[in-house]
């Protein structure tokens, strides 16, 4: 447990939160589907379908908070703004993974409490990743002017990869004469060389 909360602080309850919730889901809710699956029938047809897509959204936001857990802490925001967005996606898969299905037990009919749900959990989801994305944009703003002074501070090394240009071939001639070649020497001496082969041939 102690390798599983290293370095996490604040996103803590919603790595808890997603364990607890994925065991309630693959006990409690998939149980209807197990049962459905070896030939036995607990539900109506409807309903089985109903229900397996409440156990897939329950599940998918379990993984959500599970993995959201980890990375809150590392975000450059306020520890205000990540208790919200912690909390945001925590209420977000109470009623979403919890109350549907719930709601479908009691039957209750589409009404005041139903969208009431849907709003709290769409609200939940929506602050909780608009928080996520602006940190992660934030600590993006952030770094990029580090590494562009970064780049100006160091000394640019010679580009060896110019190709067979001009600029190329006059970079490579001022590195031979840094080096202490004598370039006029040497393309004299390719140059006779090149007209003797040539006069040969002749």
């Given at each position: 447990?102690?390798t599983?909360?290293?370095?996490?602080?604040?996103?803590?309850?919603n790595?808890?939160?997603?364990?607890?919730l994925?065991?309630?889901?693959?006990?409690?809710?998939?149980?209807?589907?197990?049962?459905?699956?070896?030939?036995?029938?607990?539900?109506?047809?409807?309903?089985?379908?109903?229900?397996?897509?409440?156990?897939?959204y329950?599940?998918?936001?379990?993984?959500?908070?599970?993995f959201?857990?980890?990375?809150?802490?590392?975000?450059?925001?306020?520890?205000?703004?990540?208790?919200?967005?912690?909390?945001?996606?925590?209420?977000?898969?109470?009623?979403?993974?919890?109350?549907?299905?719930?709601?479908?037990l009691?039957?209750?009919?589409?009404?005041?409490?139903?969208?009431?749900?849907?709003?709290?959990?769409?609200?939940?989801?929506?602050?909780?990743?608009?928080?996520?994305?602006?940190?992660?944009?934030?600590?993006?703003?952030?770094?990029?002017?580090?590494?562009?002074?970064?780049?100006?501070?160091?000394?640019?090394?010679?580009?060896?990869?110019?190709?067979?240009?001009?600029?190329?071939?006059?970079?490579?001639?001022?590195?031979?004469?840094?080096?202490?070649?004598?370039?006029?020497?040497?393309?004299?001496?390719?140059?006779?060389?090149?007209?003797?082969?040539?006069?040969?041939?002749?």
């Open positions: 447990m102690n599983i909360f290293a370095n996490v602080d604040v996103g803590r309850k790595i808890i939160f997603g364990m607890v994925f065991l309630i889901l693959g006990v409690v809710t998939g149980l209807p589907l197990t049962v459905d699956l070896f030939g036995g029938s607990l539900m109506s047809d409807s309903q089985y379908q109903a229900w397996k897509v409440l156990h897939g329950g599940v998918f936001l379990a993984f959500v908070n599970f959201f857990g980890y990375v809150i802490d590392r975000l450059s925001i306020s520890e205000q703004q990540k208790e919200i967005a912690s909390w945001s996606f925590v209420v977000a898969g109470l009623v979403g993974g919890i109350g549907r299905p719930v709601l479908f009691l039957s209750s009919p589409v009404g005041v409490t139903s969208y009431t749900v849907s709003f709290v959990e769409t609200v939940g989801v929506v602050l909780g990743t608009f928080i996520f994305v602006r940190g992660q944009m934030k600590e993006s703003s952030t770094q990029q002017p580090k590494a562009t002074a970064q780049a100006d501070s160091e000394p640019h090394a010679v580009d060896n990869s110019c190709g067979w240009t001009w600029e190329g071939w006059a970079q490579m001639m001022k590195s031979l004469e840094a080096d202490g070649v004598n370039v006029n020497e040497c393309i004299n001496f390719m140059k006779g060389k090149t007209d003797e082969y040539l006069n040969h041939l002749c």
